[in-house]
């Protein structure tokens, strides 16, 4: 029996979907003032993947969950329940999993959002876990998606050198195997750190107070970020939680095989790699490919992981995220 319940969970399956359209840091230097060495010194970003204005986050959700089930061996109607994490739904009713569940014939699978950020996977995998292990559901699906480039203002180099667009699904499952599955899971916010990171709508309540507001430019709809609190915050509580679950979980950092990271900025997980004195193939960075996808991120490393062939059983995999809110999470997971 393992920490959450009588079953073991296991990864069944992997997909992921990202937009044709690329934009080059090159590309991004025709239209603020940046350059390729900036970008790549500062966030470690060559290029990111842009969905052109017609494609939503559900439609790259249902690209990578149907690759998921293809990958796992299912069906739709396989699936339980969809939990979509997202912060670029069309609407927020319906939620993007409801149509999504519709779109690929899982009808009438449970569907729900879940707004975390750049935890958000992490949080749908914490989510996930107990239900399936004490015994209530059988395969769960957790996407990540997002079309942040949508949501961001191409005039401000601030953030819109940072992110892509993209969108990863795992299929969780029950096992027999007690041992499998999330041994360990924290979940942890910070709402008085929301002004370092938010998304403001036209009927969004805010302070009237310009330092209260920090950032905010007067553009409903864009992405505001101060990069420099966010860096702080992120750099310092991943460390924190990571050490945390390590220690709760009684192992040391050699002994997990790899640690999944949400793709925030190069330096970022560099420097947690490096306070935690981990060799380089231990913390896995592809956001040099990818930008930051926010919710996407984690499962296009773990895309990567399964594709070269670096998953194995018995390995105990640490998945951390964190983002606005601010939300940050782990989940310790035996395969
Ligand atoms: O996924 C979770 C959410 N987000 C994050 O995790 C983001 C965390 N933060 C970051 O990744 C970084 O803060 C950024 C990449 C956003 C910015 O990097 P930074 O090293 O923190 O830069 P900065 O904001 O401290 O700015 C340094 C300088 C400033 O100039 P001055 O004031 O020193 O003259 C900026 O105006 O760099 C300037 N700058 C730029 N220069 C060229 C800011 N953006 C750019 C740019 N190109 N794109």
């Known amino acids: 029996m393992n920490a959450t319940g009588s079953r073991g969970v296991r990864f069944a399956g992997t997909g992921v979907a990202l937009p044709p359209g690329v934009l080059t840091n090159d590309d991004l230097a025709q239209r603020v003032e940046t350059s390729d060495d900036w970008i790549t010194q500062r966030t470690g970003i060559k290029q990111r993947h842009v969905a052109d204005e017609h494609t939503t986050a559900r439609d790259l959700a249902r690209e990578a969950l149907l690759a998921a089930l293809e990958d796992a061996g299912l069906k739709p109607t396989d699936l339980d329940l969809v939990l979509v994490a997202t912060i670029t739904p069309e609407m927020t009713c319906p939620s993007t999993a409801a149509r ?3 779109e ?3 009808t009438p699978a449970g569907a729900m959002d879940l707004t975390a950020a750049c935890a958000g996977f992490v949080y749908g995998l ?3 876990a107990p239900l399936i292990s004490t015994g209530q559901y059988q395969r769960i699906a957790v996407v990540g998606t997002e079309v942040l480039t949508q949501s961001v ?3 401000d180099r601030r953030t819109c050198i940072l992110f892509g667009d993209a969108a990863g699904a795992t299929i969780l499952e029950a096992t027999d195997d007690p041992d499998q599955g999330c041994l360990l899971q924290t979940v942890r916010s910070d709402g008085a750190h929301w002004k370092h990171l938010y998304l403001p709508t036209a009927d969004s309540h805010l302070p009237e107070d310009p330092h209260e507001r920090d950032l905010f430019n007067g553009s409903l709809g864009t992405l505001q970020m101060n990069g420099r609190e966010v860096f702080k915050v992120a750099v310092q509580q991943t460390e ?3 050490l945390e679950t390590l220690e709760r979980a009684g192992l040391a950092a050699d002994q997990v095989a790899s640690f999944i990271c949400h793709q925030s ?6 420097l947690i790699r490096k306070r935690l004195e981990l060799p380089p193939e231990k913390l896995p960075i592809n956001i040099d490919r990818f930008g930051n996808t926010s919710a996407a991120s984690i499962p296009l490393v773990m895309h990567d992981l399964q594709q070269a062939g670096q998953f194995n059983p018995g390995d ?3 998945f951390t995220g964190i983002g606005g809110g601010m939300c940050w999470a782990t989940s310790l997971w035996k395969l």
């Open 265 to 270: 900025n190069a330096r970022i997980l560099e």
């Open 153 to 155: 203002d191409f005039a």
């Open 316 to 318: 105990l995999i640490l």
């Open 126 to 128: 914490n989510l996930a």
């Open 104 to 106: 690929i014939g899982a």
């Open 240 to 242: 924190n939680i990571i």
């Open 100 to 102: 999504l569940v519709d």
